[in-house]
């Protein structure tokens, strides 16, 4: 299995309630090293163009309203099969849904505060690191 990297952000949720060293723990513990980190509070435009996917969404606007609403964590995250790892150790996108000993299900609060973000391809990954981060700000 290739050693690879995906993009991870612990939202506003998260942050607020002093856990970003708990998800990032479980993180590393699903064995996936941090290889770049800042913690930032998301523009309006920042928010929008990152999850432009969804704009036709109904719940995009109040996406936008949450991930706006306080600092996160953008983290460039290293391991094998990297995309797929942090999938896993993220949980459903509803941890109503998601499996124990996930994050979402150990920290998220709702379907849309569910306290972490990832990647769901390599090619994304690559597109969202580099709206985040410079190549010499990523260091494996
Ligand atoms: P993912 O984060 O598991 O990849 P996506 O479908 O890509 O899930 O949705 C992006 C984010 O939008 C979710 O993580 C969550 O914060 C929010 N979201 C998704 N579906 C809903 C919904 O039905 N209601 C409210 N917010 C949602
Ligand atoms: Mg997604």
Known sequence: MAVTRTFSIIKPDATRRNLTGGVTKMLEEAGLRVVASKRIHLTKDQAEGFYGVHRERPFFGDLVKFMTSGPVVVQVLEGEDAVKRNRDIMGATNPANADEGTIRK???????????????????????????????EVVG
Not at 117 to 133: C, L, Q, R, V
């Open 106 to 136: 150990v920290y998220a609060e709702s379907i849309e505060a569910n306290s972490v973000h990832g990647s769901d391809s390599d090619e994304n990954a690559a597109i969202e690191i580099a709206f985040f981060f410079k190549p010499d």
